[in-house]
Each structure stands twice: as structure tokens, then as C-alpha cells.
């Protein structure tokens, strides 16, 4: 068992043009153990991306306090393609297009990178590995040889996100807003797809707005994110008592001094 920990995270932003700093994250406690399901759920403005890409390492953002461990041991010094290789991934809410490098050639690197010079994937073994996932995600081999996500469609690039993780096996996989824009047959797909990974060998944390994708990958812990701190944690459950009363009405019932970027005042 491999554990994540995020312990007393405060995050600012910082924006050099406007040489302004603020405060995002305000002290996000959260232990993920390879098993585990997690979904973080909360409104727009709240943080969850900022968990996200910080846990990643972008460089945008900047801890101010607290740490991110991974068996105890800090990987704050860790450059984003050193914390790939110690076992992260994350599914991005809008990957980036990149020509010259096609889908199957960037994963083959990604899979290689997590393994000994002197030990690659057996070509044969990649590409039935490949063949495999690929009929999972319901996606045509025409797309593997396309440069990646260069012309694809929301969805595409969402089962290609998903592709890249099936293929790559972390430890630790962070679907950031994966269900953001699918319809639900799209969406059965890229759960289909997630969910073919369960095992003891993955952690998993979802991001969320919305209970719906939590219909298909069942979390073991759902936790509230509100005003940069995670205010409540349960199981299923809470996903659903959420969709029926909002935010406003937890954020109430626990007595939160916090506006809601999305409530009306």
C-alpha cells in the first residue's frame, strides 16, 4: 500500500503582471492510500483545480505553507516529471495540443519514463496493452496515430486523458473535472475506463461538481471543498445530499462565513 498525504496546504496564486498574491488554498488536509476512491466535491472558485495542479507541481502556484508527501517521504523539491515517475497522474480539464508527436508514441515515452533505461515495454506487449485499453475506451486505432489531442473533440480528449493512465498505471490518479462537458453515454465510457483500473495497486481523486459521474465510480470517501479547506467528509451519501440541498444549504448548516462565487447577494 502506497499512501498521499496533503498535510496543512495554503496555496497563493501569484500574478506577476498585477503583482498581486492571493490565497487559495487555506490549510487542505487529505490522506489517499492506493485502494482508495476519494471524490472532492464544491463550488466554482473553491480550490479544487488549486489541489490539483499544486499536488502536480505547477509552477504557477505557490505553497506558503504545509506539505505533500508520498510514504512519508516530501516530494515538494520534485520537478512534475519526477512526481510522474514517483507514481502521479493527472487528467487535465483541458489538455493541451501538441504536433510532431503522435498519441502512441507520447504514451510509449510516458510508459518507458516509469521504467529502467535497459528495461523498455516490449513493443508487442505496448501495443496489445494498447489495443486492449483502446477497445475499453470504444476509441479507433486512427486516433493513437493522430498528434495528440490535435483536433479533438471535448470528449475525445477526455477518453484520451483517461487512455494515457490506462496505459501508464500510477499509483496515484487525479481526474480533474474528467465528466465536465461529456454526455451520459460519454460519460459511461470514460467510467467504464476508470473503472477497468480498480485495484489495490491505484488511489484515485475525483473532482467535481456534480454527483452525476459518482453514479458510475462508486468513491469510498466524498469531502467538501469550501473556501480553500475541506469542510465535510463522508461516503456516498454526501455526494447526494449535496445534489439535493446545494452548498449554500451545507455551507449553512455548518455555519460558514464563506460566499459561494455562484450564489446570488
Known amino acids: 500500500m502506497t499512501t498521499l498525504e496533503v498535510k496543512d496546504l495554503h496555496v497563493s496564486f501569484i500574478d506577476e503582471e498585477e503583482e498581486t498574491s492571493k490565497e487559495i488554498l487555506k490549510g487542505v488536509n487529505l490522506t489517499i492510500r492506493t485502494g482508495e476512491t476519494h471524490a472532492i466535491m464544491g463550488p466554482n472558485g473553491t480550490g479544487k483545480s488549486t489541489l490539483s495542479e499544486t499536488i502536480m507541481g505547477n509552477s504557477n502556484y505557490t505553497i506558503t505553507q504545509g506539505d505533500i508527501l508520498i510514504d512519508g517521504e516530501s516530494i515538494l523539491d520534485k520537478t512534475v516529471d519526477e512526481r510522474a515517475r514517483a507514481g502521479l497522474f493527472l487528467a487535465m480539464q483541458y489538455p493541451a495540443e501538441i504536433k510532431g508527436i503522435t498519441n502512441a508514441e507520447f504514451i510509449q515515452a510516458a510508459v518507458n519514463a516509469r521504467r529502467n533505461e535497459d528495461n523498455p515495454v516490449p513493443v508487442g506487449e505496448f501495443i496489445d496493452e494498447l489495443d486492449r485499453s483502446l477497445k475499453i475506451l470504444n476509441m479507433s486505432q486512427e486516433m493513437v496515430d493522430r498528434y495528440l489531442n490535435e483536433g479533438f473533440s471535448g470528449g475525445e480528449k477526455k477518453r484520451n486523458e483517461i487512455l494515457q493512465m490506462m496505459m501508464i498505471k500510477p499509483k496515484f490518479s487525479i481526474l480533474d473535472e474528467i465528466d465536465s462537458g461529456l454526455d451520459i453515454d460519454a460519460l459511461q465510457v470514460?467510467?467504464?475506463?476508470?473503472?477497468?483500473?480498480?485495484?489495490?495497486?491505484?488511489?484515485?481523486?475525483?473532482?467535481?461538481?456534480?454527483?452525476?459521474?459518482?453514479?458510475?465510480?462508486?468513491?469510498?470517501?466524498?469531502?467538501?471543498?469550501?473556501?480553500g479547506r475541506i469542510v465535510k467528509t463522508g461516503d456516498s451519501s454526501l455526494a447526494a445530499e449535496l445534489e439535493n440541498n446545494g452548498y449554500a444549504s451545507l455551507r449553512d448548516e455548518l455555519g460558514l462565513d464563506i460566499n459561494l462565487t455562484d450564489e446570488d447577494v
Open 190 to 227: 470514460v467510467s467504464r475506463g476508470v473503472n477497468s483500473m480498480d485495484s489495490k495497486e491505484l488511489g484515485t481523486l475525483m473532482i467535481t461538481h456534480y454527483q452525476r459521474i459518482l453514479n458510475y465510480i462508486k468513491p469510498d470517501f466524498v469531502h467538501v471543498m469550501m473556501g
